[in-house]
């Protein structure tokens, strides 16, 4: 077992998958589906058995496989994982399968195309999560983008042509921004040592950060530059705009996998990059991101309440419920950046699972009006009554994982300064406004003519559905019921919060 | 023994889940099961609250818990699920199983013929494990638990009946009025937890006199806000009155007789933090009695029959929490559990009574029901003395104590507002008994010949439930404030009360005490005189008989003194107004705003620089002219600017 590359299967297993559908024909739509299926439930199993064998108490990173790639540069094909990405590759290997699974109904037309971009799209997300090589990183970084690109401009709605590429535009100008700061910092790596061997290399990297060696002048600079590509990707306030056109446009699936993980690898670059490698910037700096964090929460809240559209509606409630992430991250408390963990992989389950959930709406009545719904408590009981139950998981009740995650950004940031959690508290009441008058208006009251007019076509959920959202709903309730599972992962939490301390004075 | 604890939730989370999972299969029989659970954890709970008041270990005066595992056990951060019972704890129990197991009972007749009744019970059972884990909880997060989840069941079951508009909008309201109260008490839970390191409620208490004074009131206040939310006191009190759009059952269990006592339970539980804050009490008695006299005085005028009960509720509560700030914690208590019985009690009286006339909730179109449904009519009577403060019944003693409290306390105010709410309790309800059972019938003849008195599943819960509203006071409260429930309750608050140094003076019936008792007693016999001068009256047995004088009530309430008084009464004093205004309307109007900034400046901005950056290619296209001239001039342009940067960048960054 100790010699079986896991990290490097469960990369490229999907990879093997969207090469194999590449040579079977198009027109056997149902082979391709369940090879894709089949090929994300095996990644989804390698992933399982990634996070048993993990021992828990050790610190650092484990499972690492290196290799050399370009040795005169000192580029290494270089994979590890501590306790946050062990959860970070889970979350993506469940949302991937569960995403194939609900792609089945929906997707009708290029099927091959769609599942392989779907299948490379998973490469990327759990490439990002387990390089530890700089440039591996932003080579998977950018691999995501590419399928994504596809993803809403061929299978989305009516404006995907806008919405992609505004999107692939924003985020490339960050992580274009990215690039320039992982090049600087190998350059300075090797300027000091004089050589290339480790330039790249995350944990040589993070040691020569640790020792207080790059230069503060520096330190501002290579952190803004991968701040912004990461604060894009959160999205943070005021670069969060390109989300909502992004969500609205984009197929079901596509949008599971954009609030479920594509938001989380911004956080994820904080806490593992721009944070340990660039201490005293990202102390410089914590003052105005807290303030932005605060803004995101009540203002992506507010913008929230009335949005026309379901689907624009769950994206600004996004942006709201990411501003506790980085806000977590950047008040620098134990119980805060745990919090913030959390609520990634809490806000990944119930986001996900909201989009799934308007998804199931959208197949049958074609469209996302919040107005021309009404009383599909009655013509959808079961539907309604699972939608009611990721709305309240959405609106932080105990119980549910996502009441967890906030509590402990909560109290962390009111160990920091009382003020951030006055200011922002008032997400509790503008959460539930949003999203019961919204659940208000879809379900409860007379049906609306427009649903009348739908008759049959209006049934239930169906047991595929069903089956879709049931390992969601069963998480979000474990985890709110036991959040230790996921607590005992996040030791690295400690690492973190010494690399960010050490080289404060340094 | 400790582990009989969990199982008193547990059977109805147990019977939610599987009424819940049933339900659709076995729409007429699954609430079986959610009355027999109700029952099963009723039968607990009476173990365990007998236990802990007659001293069976473990269970005792000190309390006695149990920690099933640690919930949220982060790094710098600790709560466990851990269930703790002391006498506060049995007293709650009490009143919550028995009344929340006669509500199950009377919903079998009352829902029988509702397509939704399956849900129903799931709800209610539901909400039972809700409440039960907060009064069971050791530890504020989680109460807190247990106080959003009750605040959701509330939701589920105030808009129980969805297809209609009023009741959706109304738990929203709910939900929403409550949430604001629960913002303060989140933000009181990680005050606790910032300046004292652990949540255990014991704990806390233990440690709290150690925690600087303006923390002590900060506490003191956001754990404030939480209670004025759930126990509907001003200015959060105007969610309670919607809230009647949700089955009457659920009026009486949650929105009378159980939840909305969770804020009371909750300063009342803290008495160690707020008798530290002895600013905060004064804020405490003066929003109580406030509420007492505001909710009271609309109560006048309502016309709806649940409308005028739900307005006494606030009062009500509003007695309890001006007892709370006056010291008088066993007083509040008291009034708690019986409040519990014969609001309870009303509300399921005022459920027969709209059962019996076809949905009816306008007390105009009622008169005369008193003999068509005699049993409805004696448990309501009875219920109405009861909360209007004729002695002996419950009502008597325990609204006594809190007067007398108020008094000898040297809260003189409190005691007077206190005196003239008594008053106008007892007016309001005999005008509620008057409309509705004396007089003539003013009945929809249609209606009319259907009248019927409610089947026995409903009628059997009055009867029973009519017990404690005439006896509790003697059987708990007397002889007055050394009664039973005082030696009870001695050990939850004597620390407290010695430690504010006002030792209450005893009681002293030929005195100051029997004096105020005596005061209280004669408005409350001349509220009632008025009430039925004016409204009616018809009790057989005595041989009263009186016309009703709508004349004399239009005429009084023309006058020019009462007309505002009429009008604002009437109008609920414009509180509804006043936050539509403010925060549907006005808050809209900031919400569009925002989101008229969000896509004209900030994606504006985006999409300008996109335009622009698009416009400059356009533009720089000119630039590949193909004339190698002009390459080399740009070669060398480019060379310079490069060089300039590199000494600018090495001068700059080391």
Redesign the interface.
């Known amino acids: 077992m100790p010699t079986l590359p896991i990290l490097g299967l469960i990369t490229f297993v999907p990879l093997a998958g969207a090469v194999l559908i590449a040579v079977l024909p198009s027109k056997e739509q149902n082979l391709i589906r369940r090879t894709a299926l089949g090929t994300s439930l095996a990644a989804w199993v390698l992933s399982l058995l990634l996070l048993v064998t993990y021992s828990l108490g050790q610190a650092g990173f484990q499972f690492k496989e290196a290799a050399d790639w370009i040795p005169s540069f000192g580029i290494q094909f270089k994979l590890g994982v501590d306790g946050l990405s062990v959860l970070m590759v889970v979350l993506t290997t469940t949302l991937s399968w569960i995403s194939i699974l609900a792609s089945f109904g929906p997707i009708k037309v290029r099927v091959k195309e769609y599942m392989i971009s779907f299948l490379v799209l998973e490469v990327g997300m759990i490439g990002v999560f387990v390089a530890l090589d700089l440039f591996l990183f932003y080579i998977f970084w950018e691999l995501v983008l590419v399928p994504m690109y596809l993803i809403i401009g061929i299978w989305g709605g009516a404006n995907r042509i806008y919405a992609t590429t ?1 999107f692939v ?2 985020t490339l100008v960050g992580s274009l921004l990215m690039l320039v700061a992982i090049l600087a910092t190998a350059f300075t790596y090797q300027a000091a040592n004089g050589s290339w061997a480790g330039a790249f290399d995350y944990e040589k990297l993070q040691a020569f950060a640790a020792a207080g060696s790059f ?1 503060h ?2 330190q501002l ?1 290579a952190f803004l530059a991968l701040f912004l590509a990461f604060a894009i990707k959160v999205p943070m306030f ?1 670069f ?3 989300l909502p056109d992004a969500h609205t446009e984009a197929p079901t699936a596509g949008s599971v996998i954009l609030a479920g993980v594509l938001l989380k690898l911004g956080a994820y670059g904080l806490i593992r990059f721009a944070v340990p490698l660039y201490p005293f910037a990202a102390h410089t700096f914590a003052g105005p991101i807290i303030v932005l964090s605060l803004i995101a929460i009540v ?1 992506g809240a ?2 929230s ?3 026309p559209d379901l689907k624009r509606l769950i994206a600004y409630s996004s942006v709201s419920h990411m501003g506790f992430v980085t806000l977590g991250i950047f008040v620098f ?3 805060a950046l ?2 913030a963990i959390l609520q990634m992989l809490s806000h990944g389950l119930i986001t996900g699972g909201l989009f799934l959930l308007v998804g199931v709406v959208y197949e049958r009545t074609h469209d996302r009006s919040i107005a021309k719904m009404g ?1 599909l ?2 013509t959808m009981p079961l539907w309604s009554t699972v939608f009611g139950f990721f709305i ?1 998981a959405s609106i932080g ?3 549910l994982s996502g ?2 995650g906030e ?2 950004v ?3 940031s ?2 920091f300064a ?1 003020v951030i ?2 200011s922002s ?2 997400v ?2 503008l959460a ?2 949003y999203l ?2 919204m659940f ?1 208006r879809v ?4 049906v609306s003519d427009f649903l009348t007019g739908l008759g049959d076509h209006l049934t239930d959920m169906s047991r595929v559905e069903l089956l879709t959202l049931a390992p969601l709903a069963a998480l979000i309730v474990l985890f709110g ?4 599972l996921i ?1 005992d992962f ?1 030791s690295p ?2 690492t973190f919060l010494a690399a960010a301390g050490a080289a404060v004075g340094g | 023994m400790n582990a009989l604890l969990p199982l008193i939730p547990l059977l109805p989370l147990g019977g939610f889940l599987l009424t819940a999972l049933l339900g659709r299969r076995y729409p007429d029989d699954a609430h079986r099961i959610a009355v027999w659970a109700v029952v099963a954890s009723w039968l607990v709970a009476s173990l365990v609250a007998l236990m802990t008041l007659v001293h069976i270990a473990p269970f005792g005066p000190q309390g006695s818990g149990i920690t099933l595992w640690s919930w949220i056990p982060a790094i710098g951060f600790r709560a466990d699920m851990g269930l703790f019972a002391d006498p506060l704890t049995a007293c709650l129990l009490i009143v919550v199983t028995t009344i929340g197991m006669l509500v199950h009972v009377y919903s079998i007749g009352y829902m029988a013929h509702d397509p939704g009744r399956w849900r129903f019970f799931a709800y209610l059972n539901l909400f039972m494990f809700s409440m039960l884990l907060l009064v069971l909880a050791d530890n504020f997060l989680l109460v807190f638990a247990g106080w959003e989840l009750v605040g959701l069941c509330s939701y589920l079951l105030i808009g129980f009946w969805y297809p209609r508009r009023s009741a959706a909008v109304a738990a929203k309201k709910a939900f929403l009025v409550n949430r604001v109260g629960d913002m303060g008490f989140a933000l009181g839970i990680m005050a606790i937890w910032t300046q004292l390191g652990t949540l255990n409620m014991q704990s806390v208490f233990a440690k709290f006199g150690a925690v600087p004074h303006e923390w002590q009131i900060a506490i003191a206040v956001l754990l404030l806000c939480g209670a004025v939310g759930k126990s509907a006191q001003f200015p959060l009190h105007v969610w309670l009155p919607d809230a009647m759009e949700g089955p009457t059952p659920v009026s009486a269990l949650i929105h009378a007789a159980t939840m909305v006592n969770a804020g009371v339970y909750l300063v009342a539980r803290c008495n160690p933090i707020f008798g530290t804050a002895s600013e905060v009490m004064v804020v405490v008695a003066a929003i109580g009695i406030f509420t007492a006299i505001m909710a009271a005085s609309i109560a006048f005028t309502q016309t709806d029959i649940k409308r005028v009960l739900a307005y006494s509720t606030l009062s009500q509560l509003g007695y309890m929490f001006a007892a709370l700030g006056v010291g008088a914690w066993t007083a509040a208590i008291f009034h708690l559990m019986s409040h519990g019985f014969f609001k309870g009690l009303l509300f399921l009286d005022s459920g027969s009574v709209i059962h019996s006339v076809g949905g009816e909730q306008d007390m105009r179109k009622m008169g005369g029901l008193a003999r068509k449904i005699p049993t409805t009519y004696a448990t309501m009577l009875i219920g109405s003395i009861a909360i209007a403060g004729v002695p002996p019944l419950a009502g008597f003693f325990s609204k006594d104590e809190i007067l007398g409290g108020a008094f000898k306390n040297g809260f003189l105010w409190v005691w007077a507002i206190g005196f003239v709410v008594a008053g106008m309790t007892a007016f309001y309800m005999f005008r509620l008994m008057g409309m509705t059972f004396w007089g003539p019938s003013h009945v929809d003849p249609e209606v009319e010949h259907h009248i019927h008195e409610s089947p026995r599943s409903m009628t059997g819960p009055l009867i029973v439930l009519a017990v404690p509203a005439v006896l509790l006071g003697l059987a708990v409260g007397f002889p007055p404030e050394t009664g039973l429930l005082h030696q009870w309750l001695a050990p939850v608050f004597e620390h407290t009360i010695a430690a504010g140094g006002h030792a209450e003076a005893a009681y002293t019936f030929f005195g100051i005490d029997g004096a105020l008792a005596i005061a209280t007693t004669a408005l409350v016999a001349i509220a009632i005189v008025l009430a039925w001068r004016l409204f009616g009256v018809e009790i057989p047995v005595l041989g009263l008989r009186s016309q009703p004088r709508p004349d004399q009530v239009r005429a009084l309430s023309a006058r020019r003194a009462m007309a505002l008084l009429y009008r604002g009464s009437s109008n609920k004093w414009w509180f509804d107004d006043i936050n539509n205004k403010v925060f549907v309307e006005w808050g809209g109007k900031l919400a569009a705003a925002a989101f008229w900034f969000d896509r004209t400046v900030i994606d504006g901005t985006v999409n300008g620089i996109g335009t622009v950056t698009a416009g400059a290619g356009m533009a720089l296209r000119r630039v590949q002219t193909g004339r190698v001239q002009n390459y080399a001039l740009g070669i060398a342009l480019g060379l310079i600017v490069m060089a300039a940067g590199y000494l600018v960048i090495s001068v700059t960054v080391r």
């Open positions: 505004k535009l924003y230069g002048n520096f600079l005021p969060h705009t390109w203002y507010v913008v309440i009335v949005q408390t134990a119980t745990q919090g009383g408590a009655a309240l009740l105990p119980g009441f967890v509590f402990l909560f109290v962390g009111f160990a009382p959690a006055v508290i008032i509790m009441v539930a406004t019961l008058w208000q379900a409860f009251g007379a019921l036991f959040p230790s607590l996040l939490v400690q």
